[in-house]
Each structure stands twice: as structure tokens, then as C-alpha cells.
């Protein structure tokens, strides 16, 4: 038995014996977005446009993750509307930045490697950082807007005279909360994948001012700032979303 395998089988039961019944469901449910991360490669190296595969796979993963775990009611319904409006406004943003700051491809520490590489892949590099940014962010914004989704219907549902800009000024609080500890969570997994780079920059005496102007440090920062930029947005748009649905709700009934 492998390594990667045992690790897996340790996860489902870690999963199973701490979140019984939903636990089960959110490990087929990361397989399953495995699989669609694996689907969304193939596509983007078979030349199909990165932004248009990325889009849509954001949408398929956004979908298995939370009606598979969570069923399909109003938070839900709420957290993927918000989702898709922060996935589309944060790729136009990124893929803009990413064109005027030219962070895309190569820097000279990597110019050993490139000798046994083709530059012949035919693919656009300013689409695929976009891309990368925004996998790595959807996590991060489906988890913040289902928690402030939950928490309002939560709150609706505990107390229904709540008005909607009341429910709109929870959300903003509630994200108030959840946004320190996100963006640093963003910022230490780029800066952990990071790490071993700065090293070998140590080790071949770059100055500081090297560093900060090398072009993979200058991608990881972007990467931050726009995932930050990410988090942020989803905040106001799940609680306006949010309060306004649950008064559409109040009103059909």
C-alpha cells in the first residue's frame, strides 16, 4: 500500500468519525472536485480557453460542494448566485492586473529548467495565473459565503422581524469575523508554498531588493492581494443576496 493511499483511507476515517453522515459526504465530494480539477486540466491543455473551462468548472465544483453536503434550499441557493458574481468580477480584475504587471511565465532562476522544456505549448500564460488564482480562492469564498448564508437564514429564522438591511448589517459583521482569519489562512498557503524558494534565494546571497523585484515573488504577492481582493467582495454580496432572498421567500409565502 502506498503512502498517498493510506493517507487517503486515514482522511475517510478521520472524516467518517468526526462528521459521521456529512463528514462521508464531503470526502466524496473533494474526490469528486479532484476529478473535475483533473477534467479542467486536460481541457486547458487540449487548447480549449482557459477562462471559459475555468468558469465553468468554478460553477460544477461551486454546485457538488454545496448542494451534495448542504442539499439544495435557500443558503445554498444564495452562497452559489454570490459565488459565480465573485468568480466572474475577480477574473476580470486578475486577468487585467495580471496583463499590466506581466507576471506571467518565466524568471531568470528558472532559466536552468527551461533548457529541457518545449516553448511551443501554444497557451496563454496571463489566463492561466488568472486561473490558478481563482482555484485557489474558491475555497476560500464558499466557505466564507455559506457561513454567512447559514448564519443569516439562522438569524431569519430564529427572529423573522428582522428587516432586510438589518440581515444586510449581520452578514458585514458576520464577515467582519471571518475575513482576518481567511486572508491570513490565504496568505500563509502562498507564503508556505513560498518558502522553499526564499531558501534557495538565501543560499545564492539574493539582497532583499532582489527578491522583492524576482518575478515568482512578485506572482505570489499578486496572488494574495487578489485572493484578499476575493474574500473581501463575497462578504456584501452574500448579504445582500442573502437578506433579499429571504424576503422574497417571506413575501411568496
Known amino acids: 500500500m502506498n503512502v498517498p493511499f493510506l493517507l487517503l ?15 462521508v459526504k464531503s470526502f ?9 480539477m483533473i477534467i479542467l486540466l486536460i481541457l486547458i491543455g487540449a487548447k480549449f480557453d482557459p477562462l471559459n473551462v475555468t468558469i465553468i468548472g468554478c460553477i460544477i465544483i461551486t454546485l457538488t460542494t454545496l448542494f451534495f453536503i448542504n442539499s439544495i434550499n435557500l443558503k445554498t441557493v444564495s452562497s452559489l448566485i454570490s459565488v459565480i458574481i465573485v468568480v466572474i468580477s475577480t477574473l476580470i480584475l486578475t486577468y487585467y492586473l495580471s496583463n499590466r504587471s ?14 529541457y522544456l518545449t516553448t511551443y505549448v501554444q497557451l496563454n500564460f496571463s489566463k492561466i495565473v488568472s486561473c490558478q488564482i481563482l482555484l485557489g480562492l474558491l475555497g476560500a469564498i464558499i466557505d466564507v459565503s455559506i457561513s454567512i448564508s447559514s448564519s443569516l437564514q439562522e438569524l431569519y429564522s430564529n427572529n423573522p422581524s428582522h428587516t432586510k438591511n438589518e440581515l444586510f448589517k449581520s452578514g458585514i459583521n458576520i464577515g467582519k469575523d471571518i475575513l482576518g482569519t481567511m486572508t491570513n489562512t490565504l496568505l500563509f498557503a502562498y507564503i508556505g508554498g513560498f518558502m522553499t524558494l526564499s531558501i534557495y534565494f538565501g543560499e545564492i546571497h539574493y539582497s532583499f531588493y ?27 454580496v452574500t448579504s445582500f443576496i442573502a437578506s433579499r432572498l429571504l424576503f422574497h421567500k417571506k413575501a411568496n409565502i
Do not use: H, W, Y
Open 9 to 23: 483511507i486515514i482522511l475517510f476515517i478521520l472524516m467518517l468519525l468526526v462528521g459521521g453522515k456529512r463528514g
Open 28 to 36: 466524496f465530494t473533494l474526490i469528486l472536485n479532484f476529478l473535475i
Open 102 to 115: 506581466q507576471i506571467q511565465g518565466f524568471g531568470k532562476e528558472q532559466a536552468e529548467s527551461l533548457g
Open 210 to 236: 532582489d527578491i522583492i523585484n524576482t518575478k515568482v515573488f512578485c506572482s505570489e504577492v499578486f496572488q494574495s492581494f487578489c485572493s484578499g481582493i476575493g474574500i473581501i467582495l463575497i462578504i456584501p
